[in-house]
């Protein structure tokens, strides 16, 4: 079975700009969550969409949103890009969400200069 | 605040030791705890994961220890090869507890390196 897909794998972006970034999850999985990594601030939950409905969120600003699609394929988006928000954006996926494993993704490298 | 503190930061160990990362977490109500493996360039690969009913779980070289009183719980690795240096990082989630799941909260990570 194919694992977490996420592209693209690397992304540099200019500041003020906006970015979309795309998640496949493993077939079968309906849940699709979002995190953040940075050397600063390590591993950090965004979102969770299940069922294309946002379940969780965590605490970052309404410049990132995300969605969830009818295939349970998912996208988040960036607007207003700072450079704070360089970093590392991981995709995992689950059967049901938060009550299951999750399994990640290989990340999307975004770098805003 | 729903915190997961991790240590040691870094770690060397020679190949055949054991070493243990530890992680302590402050929340009561997180119920199930994974640990990550993460290689550079690659995503975190779930290794192992238990849930609060159990003290001791293990799954091939690596095992979880729990100690809920303490919040407290360890992933010690048996016979460390040189394949396992990687960066590990402990999680706590309300697995169970259906709606207002905030997700995986992750400690800050432990570099380990094995030496041959």
């Known amino acids: 079975k194919a694992g977490v897909t996420q592209t693209p794998r690397y992304l540099i972006k200019t500041r003020g700009q906006q970015v979309t970034l795309s998640c496949s999850p493993i077939?079968?999985?309906?849940?699709v969550s979002w995190y953040q990594q940075t050397p600063g601030q390590g591993l950090q939950f965004l979102f969770e969409?299940?069922?294309?409905?946002?379940?969780n969120k965590g605490n970052f600003p309404g410049r990132f949103s995300g969605r969830q699609f009818s295939n349970s394929r998912s996208e988040m988006n960036v607007s207003t890009l700072e450079l704070g928000d360089s970093a590392l954006y991981l995709c995992?996926?689950?059967?049901?969400?938060?009550?299951?494993?999750?399994?990640f993704g290989p990340g999307t490298r975004l770098t805003v200069t | 605040q729903q915190q997961v503190k991790q240590s040691p930061q870094s770690l060397i160990v020679q190949k055949g030791g054991i070493p243990i990362i530890n992680c302590a977490y402050e929340?009561?109500?997180?119920?199930?705890f994974p640990w990550y493996q993460q290689f550079p360039g690659k995503g975190p690969a779930l290794l192992i994961a238990?849930?609060?009913?159990?003290s001791e779980k293990k799954e091939g070289r690596f095992t979880i220890s729990f100690n809920k009183s303490a919040k407290q719980f360890s992933l010690h690795i048996m016979d460390s090869q040189p394949g396992d240096s990687a960066t590990y990082f402990c999680?706590?989630?309300?697995?169970?507890?259906?709606?207002?799941?905030?997700?995986?909260?992750f400690g800050k990570g432990t570099h380990l390196i094995i030496q041959p």
């Open positions: 999680a706590a989630s309300m697995g169970y507890s259906g709606g207002g799941a905030d997700g995986l909260t």
């Open positions: 077939s079968g999985h309906r849940s």
């Open positions: 969409y299940f069922s294309e409905t946002q379940r």
């Open positions: 238990i849930r609060p009913d159990v």
């Open positions: 995992a996926s689950s059967l049901q969400g938060q009550l299951s494993e999750q399994y």
């Open positions: 929340n009561t109500a997180f119920d199930y």
